[in-house]
């Protein structure tokens, strides 16, 4: 069953290759389909070999493909495991899915082929990120998924602004992937290898807490830039440039998890170093707050979901920071499913009103489009953390692993808390924005609901976002078997009783309520609420975070790079070798100076010359 | 059979017989020019097919002696190293003057120059005399100087002069050092002078002695890299020079100072070398990141190129100076990707020069509308030298940094940041110059590459891509050469040879048998 | 051995016929001056001639000392001395007089009726040339030196009614003169020093060093000090080289080559004759400053050839540095001749090629070649322009021309010398060389300013310019037949 496995990487690599040397010849929707045939093939070759782990015949795997980089003994090599099973099931299930709504969605646009391309592309990058057994080949499908992402933010390249914001985004990818690279270099010399098995079952001997202190901080930059955390959050936002499916597949489900991933990924090493454990924590909880407290007040559609997408990456992140590895994966699969879910549901509306994302223009479209308003309202609850919809189950159970770790952290419990009071509020405010109300939207926009690739899609999805939840419930902790052995050396959170954990869930739960009771009665109005405030004004512009980037970090350097450009180079180094070269002509001018012309003076040369010469020799030759 | 000496010999008949052509058949010039560089290519495959993988000592090797009262031979061979910067060459000078087709003035004496210059960096790369050596690694600054000077724009004398006066003054040191070299050699085996690069091996020097001559040695291929401070000859010359002028600087004559390194400064003076090693990977690091600096604000792209080169260059010295076998074979496949990546972008910034004539960045503005598949390749070419993995570049820059972490950290980090610059300055060059809405009139109505364009293209893209999917046989070839470089270090010093620590062996891996089971596969199929 | 033979100084008689006979022919043929061009041509050849069959007495080892003072057995004072050095300057003298000849063909076609005593002066000036390098007395080298001195003092003033030429031609008497007197100076000296004047025989200088140890060596030292400077005078090392830019620009162009190359080549091997072959003993005392006027010489040659604005003066002070660089050969003694004798040799050739292509591009009398008028001369000419930047690369040094491996050579020897100072400043000055070079050769490839009238040389001059350009490319490619020619080259 695992033999086949490159082909989940092999065949969206392939479809990639087609649709971009003949996707102009196949043409519009060919190319499409057979985009999503391939993703939908590997996710069908994926599904036997996890189905393995459920029933519990199969084992962890690393299959040797070929020799990478023997220099420094990388192979390329596949590690077939629970945790990547489950990867490659949300990466290829909702990969499918979002194809088959992109079939849809990107109709008529003059470079569809090459869409569908870049988006098998992604899901080739993601497919390797996942499925690699060292981290060497994880680096690869690390930078391959930011060179997709890059593709498709920028898809609509004439867009200045969906050109700059690829841009951005890869950059400040970048960033991070220096820390990811540091990182390995430190693996590399304390393993001598980045293969995971070797590194993980070495590591307790093998390093000490300082080293894997070290190692992991440096991948929690790498992670932080991958997952839009704090300070490296500032790309995500803008990546809403792309088309919407790319949005939903890449900077919502799968690729910016990719961060919280690679952590549960190195759990052992973040067990080792539990000070880098509680500042991923913090930094999580710090994302999540101030992503929260962005997204209440954000206009765009896809602007909120964003923001959202921050905050509830900030949850995953203080999961695995607190060492609920389990239970960050979960919100990482229950978040794929319900935030994919709502950036279609967004892009459907978008779609339906001729590319508006200005929620103050919508209201009233429950009519206009029910499959997708109810679909959505599902993935609204669900985000929200209502009972008993998939987000509730596992935002808990980061909350709840937070608040046994005690001590300081319980602050973070806190903070988190607060912000699933906020996700209930801004969630509730842009669906009864969208949908509830009146129409707001001006007469020549003809509201209708999607095609069926599109709301099929979304059905499928809204299954899931209801019902995904159950895999692991306080009662019965099926996900956390599943990836048992995955988590294998990583030490157990004490669990908590069934008692206190009911205490706290319903803490959770009466929070999200009070933020939709808050919500609800401010924005279901005629006239919406003026949003005018200092805070709000602040909030709308991200708090300015960008703005103090530019002014801080990338002006300066352009002016140090400006400098070096023009006086560095040009007057320092070419001036030196200018100067010298004057030396020698301006030497050359004052020798000419004693080229008088004139017999008088070229005689007296001669003969003091001469007369120097014979004291040299008399000199000289004195001793023989 | 001397193939070295054939290979050496092809472009140089290919040159006479272009030089012969009656002088009214000018279109005779592109097609026969062409067709007279594919033989040292020919040649350049076989020596590549023949050569014996895993072995570490000179390969092909040929030795006439010259002149016998100056100890100077005609001593040819092939290692792991100069191997591939052979076929690199045979490899670029082909597509470089695929891509002169639209020179026309004085065509002839443009091809003719073209073919001499590869035989004078052919010898450079396969000479083991080091007075032949210095000979061609000279020779080299007098095609190059009138490609610039004849067939550069508006700047080419100053940026001509510039560039032959800055390598020259390194070759002044190279030379004397050279000469003394020989001296001492012929000292020591008892005649009067002798260039023999493997005589000199057994020379012993004072450490004043060695420590001068690599110094002599060091400043040539610094200036020739070229290292900061000595870089700014080179963003001029690419400016100005042609475009297969821009190709062979950067694909392969930048080559020759990193080559030297390994070859020279390294092999003939360990002790120095080691003495000398951090200053030198200071340097490369200096250059990284101030190259890379300048490549952002840069308003020219081939000036932008350029500067991107020196930030390259300098990660193959910083893995050449890190000491390790991993540094070592790092760099060298960093130069041959550098040589892919490069080329190809002053490749396809020719292309479009000759549809707009103009490089600044400003002049553009949308022109991936205009030409989607000229777009689409630069910006593959972009990634390539920004390092994407999957990608030949990535290869080397990692394998750098892994390897020169281990002996040099704390640069190594700084180093890593080049990846951040390198994202800056090719991705915010594609944006002014590829995307938005097109601006400029001018781009209007453009044509996008022909297939004779793509043609040339193809193989620099294949190779890029194999070379990032598959470098093990690059590796296999360059390993050994390279580590008998560091045992000669560890045996001449005291110096050694930071090792990885090796847990592997701690941990039973039911894979590795598998992996040793397949290895066994491929090696019944090879 | 054959005291009888002529052939030892078959090239002075050689020489000395041709030019009475060319004299004669004037005189009865009036202006047919195409009578005796073949009558000059043919004596310059058949002295090379004479050489090569001197070469092939020698190598079958009948060369050695001819018209003693005394008919011994054992050779006292001989004065024609024939060996590989003498035989080997003989070809070359001969060789490059001829291709000299021919490129100053349009400026003795100019000269009308006085043409026939150019053509005689030329002859008899390498046979003074010659002179130089065929004798071990020193007083015979002293009347070479002049022969060949007065005839060039003549010809740098050849030109009627040119106050440059005339300037050039009275500055060269008056400064070769006080040179010259030097050098008779320094003989006398070494006279009274050692009581010879001869440097091979009885009682010879060789002899007397061999048995003598000097205690009071101060008049022996005055004495070779003021050789040397009447030496360095005439190959014009710094700081005994201020004429020649000033006479190299007055003297007429086509005159020139003539005047720089032969100089050098005769006065070079008069240097190994005296001191290599002479005062070998002495070595430690006069190699140091050699050493010394080598690197001032290469020095000042190179600096001052940078801010030249004239290609005369510049091929002057370049002049001065190519003498630094064979000096530096010189350093290495006997080992340093053959090094030397490549170098001389080939340089002669170019900066014949080169003063040919002045005297093509700014008229054969011109007495000015600014820099500027060789701008665009590819244009105006692809041959030309070709010719003159092979031979600028022949002279700065570039491998695969010529001057290369005279060059390198003359290093290794000087690094085997143990002068590695001296290297490093000519590897130095070598790059500030291709600076001037490399702006003589941007000149020709740039586009030029509006003159493009067509430059078409006479015959001869092509034939001139393309003989020294093929040489250049042809000794640096292949430089090991000279290589083997100029290995015995040596004194005895």
Redo the contacts between chains.
């Keep these: 069953m695992t033999d086949l496995l490159w082909l989940v990487v092999a065949l969206p690599l392939l479809g990639a290759v087609i649709n971009?040397l003949f996707g102009k010849r196949i043409g519009e929707p060919i190319s499409g389909w057979l985009a999503f045939g391939f993703v939908a093939i590997s996710w069908a070759i994926a599904v036997p070999a996890t189905l393995s782990f459920v029933t519990g015949s199969g084992h962890t795997e690393?299959i040797?493909l070929?020799?990478?980089?023997?220099?420094?003994g990388v192979?390329a090599?596949i590690l077939w495991d629970p945790l990547s099973a489950l990867m490659t099931m949300i990466v290829t299930g909702i990969g499918s899915l979002i194809h088959l709504y992109s079939i849809g969605y990107m109709r008529g646009d003059e470079?569809y082929p090459r869409f569908f391309a870049f988006m098998n592309l992604f899901i080739a990058s993601m497919m390797i990120l996942v499925l690699a057994a060292n981290y060497?080949v994880m680096?690869?499908g690390?930078?391959?998924v930011g060179?997709s992402s890059?593709l498709l933010i920028?898809f609509w390249?004439?867009?200045?602004s969906?050109?700059?914001a690829?841009?951005k985004a890869?950059?400040v990818n970048?960033?991070g992937?220096?820390g990811f690279?540091?990182a390995?270099?430190?693996i590399?010399?304390?393993?001598?290898?980045f293969?995971f098995?070797?590194v993980f079952?070495?590591a307790p001997?093998?390093i000490t807490v300082g080293t894997a202190t070290a190692i992991t901080l440096l991948l929690f930059v790498g992670a932080a830039g991958k997952s839009a955390q704090l300070p490296l959050h500032i790309w995500l936002p803008d990546a809403m440039e792309g088309p919407t499916p790319v949005s939903a597949l890449i900077h919502a489900a799968t690729m910016v998890t990719a961060g919280v991933f690679m952590i549960a990924r190195s759990a052992v090493l973040f067990e080792m170093a539990p000070v880098a454990g509680a500042i991923v924590a913090v930094v999580g909880t710090a994302t999540a707050l101030l992503a929260a407290l962005i997204a209440i007040s954000q206009t765009d559609i896809k602007k909120v979901l964003a923001y959202s997408t921050i905050s509830q990456l900030g949850y995953m992140v203080l999961g695995v920071g607190v060492g609920a590895y389990t239970a960050g994966i979960f919100h990482l699969t229950t978040h794929a499913f319900f935030k994919a879910l709502l950036f279609l549901g967004a892009g459907s509306v978008i779609h339906a009103m001729a590319d508006e994302q200005d929620m103050r223009k919508m209201g009233g479209l429950r009519k206009n489009m029910p499959i997708t308003f109810i679909t959505m309202g599902a993935a609204w609850l669900a985000i929200s953390g209502i009972f008993p919809f998939s987000g509730f189950w596992s935002k808990d159970e980061i909350l709840a692993a937070t608040f046994a770790k005690g001590g300081g952290f319980i602050l973070l419990w806190g903070v988190g808390l607060l912000v699933a009071l906020l996700t209930a509020f801004y969630m509730t405010r842009l669906f009864v924005m969208t949908f509830l109300g009146k129409p707001r939207w001006s007469g020549d926009v003809q509201p209708h609901e999607s095609p069926a690739t599109m709301t099929i899609p979304l059905v499928v999805l809204g299954f899931f976002t209801v019902s995904v939840g159950l895999i692991n419930t306080p009662v019965r902790l099926a996900f956390e078997h599943f990836l048992e052995s995955s988590f294998e050396g990583v030490a157990h959170i004490e669990a908590l009783t069934f008692g206190s954990f009911s205490i706290l869930a319903t803490v959770a739960l009466v929070v999200a309520v009070v933020g939709i009771a808050w919500a609800w009665p401010k924005y279901n109005t005629d006239e919406l609420p003026a949003e005018d405030g200092k805070f709000w004004q602040r909030s709308l512009l991200a708090f300015g975070v960008d703005e103090i980037y530019g002014r801080t970090i990338v002006a300066p350097?352009?002016k140090?790079?400006?400098w070096?450009?023009d006086s560095?180079?040009?007057k320092v180094?070419?001036g030196a070798?200018h100067g010298i070269?004057r030396g020698?002509?301006g030497?050359?001018?004052v020798?000419?100076k004693?080229?008088t012309?004139q017999?008088r003076?070229?005689?007296g040369?001669?003969?003091v010359?001469?007369a120097i010469?014979?004291i040299?020799?008399?000199v000289?030759?004195?001793g023989? | 059979m001397p193939v070295l000496s054939i290979l050496i010999v092809l472009p140089l008949v290919g040159a006479i017989v272009v030089g012969l052509l009656p002088r009214h058949r000018t279109e005779l010039v592109y097609p026969i020019a062409l067709a007279m560089s594919i033989p040292p290519l020919a040649a350049a495959l076989h020596i590549l097919w023949y050569f014996n993988a895993g072995d570490a000592s000179f390969q092909f090797g040929e030795h006439i002696v010259l002149v016998e009262s100056f100890g100077i031979s005609w001593t040819l061979a092939v290692d792991g190293i100069s191997l591939f910067m052979v076929v690199l060459t045979a490899l670029l000078f082909p597509i470089s003057i695929a891509a002169s087709h639209s020179i026309t003035d004085r065509a002839k004496t443009y091809m003719v120059l073209m073919l001499i210059l590869e035989t004078g960096v052919l010898g450079v790369f396969l000479s083991l005399d080091l007075f032949v050596f210095f000979a061609f690694f000279e020779i080299v600054l007098i095609p190059m100087y009138l490609l610039i000077s004849m067939w550069g724009s508006e700047n080419r004398a100053y940026a001509s002069l510039k560039f032959v006066l800055f390598t020259a003054v390194g070759s002044a040191f190279l030379l004397a050092s050279i000469v003394a070299l020989g001296v001492l050699t012929g000292e020591q085996l008892g005649t009067l002078v002798n260039f023999d690069f493997r005589n000199m091996l057994s020379v012993e020097f004072s450490s004043t002695t060695e420590l001068a001559l690599f110094v002599g040695f060091a400043i040539a291929f610094a200036i020739k890299i070229p290292l900061f401070p000595f870089h700014t000859w080179l963003p001029d010359a690419h400016t100005e020079a042609p475009t297969a002028g821009s190709v062979i600087l950067a694909g392969v004559l930048l080559k020759m100072g990193t080559y030297g390194f390994l070859r020279f400064n390294l092999t003939l003076f360990p002790q120095a070398a080691v003495d000398l090693a951090i200053p030198l990977a200071i340097l490369g690091v200096i250059g990284i990141v101030y190259g890379a600096a300048v490549a952002i604000v840069q308003p020219d792209i081939k000036r932008l190129i350029a500067y991107s080169s020196v930030s390259h260059m300098g990660f193959i010295v910083l893995g050449t100076f890190a000491l390790t076998t991993q540094g070592l074979s790092g760099s060298v496949v960093l130069m041959i990707s550098h040589g892919l990546t490069t080329g190809a972008l002053f490749l396809l910034i020719g292309m479009v020069y000759e549809r707009t004539h103009t490089r600044k960045i400003a002049d553009y503005g949308g022109l991936a509308k205009v030409m989607p598949v000229y777009a689409g390749i630069f910006l593959f070419s972009a990634f390539a030298s920004a390092g994407l993995p999957g990608l030949s570049g990535f290869i080397g820059e990692f394998t750098i940094l892994i390897g020169a972490y281990l002996s040099l950290p704390v640069l190594t980090i700084i180093a890593g940041s080049g990846v951040i610059l390198a994202a800056i300055y090719l991705l915010w060059a594609y944006e002014r110059v590829f995307t938005g809405p097109v601006t400029n009139s001018k781009l209007e109505g453009l044509k996008d590459l022909g297939f004779r364009e793509v043609a040339i293209l193809a193989p620099l893209i294949v190779l890029i891509i194999g070379i990032g999917v598959y470098p093990k046989p690059v590796f296999d070839r360059v390993e050994p050469s390279v580590e008998i470089i560091l045992d000669r270090i560890e045996a001449e010093t005291e110096f050694e040879v930071p090792e990885f620590a090796r847990v592997s062996d701690l941990v039973d891996i039911d894979y590795e048998a598998e992996r040793e089971v397949s290895d066994h596969d491929d090696g019944e199929e090879g | 051995m054959q005291n009888a033979s002529f052939l030892p100084v078959a090239f002075e008689v050689i020489q000395l016929a041709g030019a009475l006979l060319v004299l004669l022919v004037g005189v009865i043929a009036g202006k047919q001056r195409r009578v005796w061009a073949p009558i000059a041509g043919v004596t310059f050849l058949a002295s090379a001639g004479a050489g090569v069959l001197q070469w092939r007495a020698v190598s079958e080892g009948s060369g050695g000392f001819f018209f003693s003072t005394q008919e011994l057995e054992i050779m006292r004072s001989p004065m024609v001395v024939m060996d590989g050095l003498s035989a080997f300057a003989a070809i070359v003298l001969g060789l490059v007089g001829f291709v000299a000849l021919l490129g100053s063909w349009d400026l003795v076609a100019s000269l009308g009726k006085r043409s026939s005593e150019f053509v005689a002066l030329t002859l008899l000036a390498v046979a003074g040339l010659h002179m130089m390098t065929v004798t071990p007395n020193l007083v015979v080298i002293f009347i070479g030196l002049e022969t060949a001195s007065i005839s060039f003092y003549v010809l740098a003033g050849f030109i009627r009614g040119s106050r440059k030429s005339d300037e050039s031609a009275l500055k060269y008497f008056l400064l070769g003169s006080l040179a010259s007197a030097m050098f008779l100076y320094g003989v006398a000296l070494t006279f009274a020093a050692t009581g010879s004047l001869s440097i091979y025989g009885v009682n010879s200088i060789r002899d007397f060093f061999s048995i003598t140890i000097i205690t009071e060596p101060g008049i022996l030292l005055a004495g070779l000090a003021l050789m040397f400077v009447g030496l360095f005078f005439k190959i014009s090392a710094a700081p005994f080289h201020q004429w020649a830019p000033d006479v190299y620009q007055g003297a007429p162009s086509g005159a020139v080559g003539l005047m720089a190359a032969g100089v050098k080549i005769a006065g070079f091997a008069a240097l190994a004759r005296i001191f290599i072959g002479g005062f070998v003993s002495q070595t430690d005392v006069w190699v140091p400053i050699v050493a010394v006027v080598a690197a001032i010489s290469m020095i000042v040659g190179t600096t001052m050839a940078l801010v030249q604005t004239d290609l005369k003066r510049l091929l002057a002070y370049s002049g001065v540095a190519h003498s630094g660089y064979l000096l530096a050969a010189m350093v290495g003694g006997i080992r340093g001749i053959p090094p030397m004798w490549f170098y001389v040799s080939t340089y002669a050739f170019m900066i014949v090629g080169a003063f040919t292509i002045v005297s093509v591009v700014c008229g054969p009398a011109s007495t000015a070649a600014p820099i500027d008028s060789f701008k665009g001369l590819a244009k105006r000419s692809p041959e030309m322009g070709w010719l003159l930047a092979i031979i600028m690369f022949g002279m700065s040094g570039m491998p695969f021309f010529a001057g290369f491996v005279g060059k390198v050579f003359a290093f290794v020897v000087a690094g085997e010398a143990g002068y590695m100072w001296l290297v490093v400043i000519g590897t130095l000055t070598t790059v500030v060389g291709f600076a001037f070079y490399l702006r003589v050769v941007s000149g020709i490839f740039s586009s030029g300013d509006d003159d493009d009238r067509e430059i078409d040389p006479s015959l001869s001059a092509r034939f001139a310019i393309v003989i020294s350009a093929v040489a250049t490319v042809l000794f640096g490619i292949v430089p090991w037949p000279l290589l083997d020619v100029v290995r015995e080259a040596l004194p005895f």
């Design positions: 971009l690393t040797y070929f020799s990478w980089i023997p220099a420094i192979d090599a470079r060497a680096f690869v690390w930078e391959l060179l890059y920028s390249f004439t867009k200045p969906a050109a700059a690829g841009k890869f950059i970048r960033i992937d220096w690279i540091v390995l270099m430190i590399f010399i304390s393993f001598g290898t293969d098995h070797t079952a070495s001997t093998a350097g352009k140090a790079s400006e070096a450009a560095m180079d040009p180094i070419d070798a070269g020698i002509s030497f050359g001018s020798l000419g004693m080229q012309g017999v003076g070229y005689a040369v001669l003969a010359a001469g010469l014979i040299v020799f008399v000289v030759g004195g023989f």
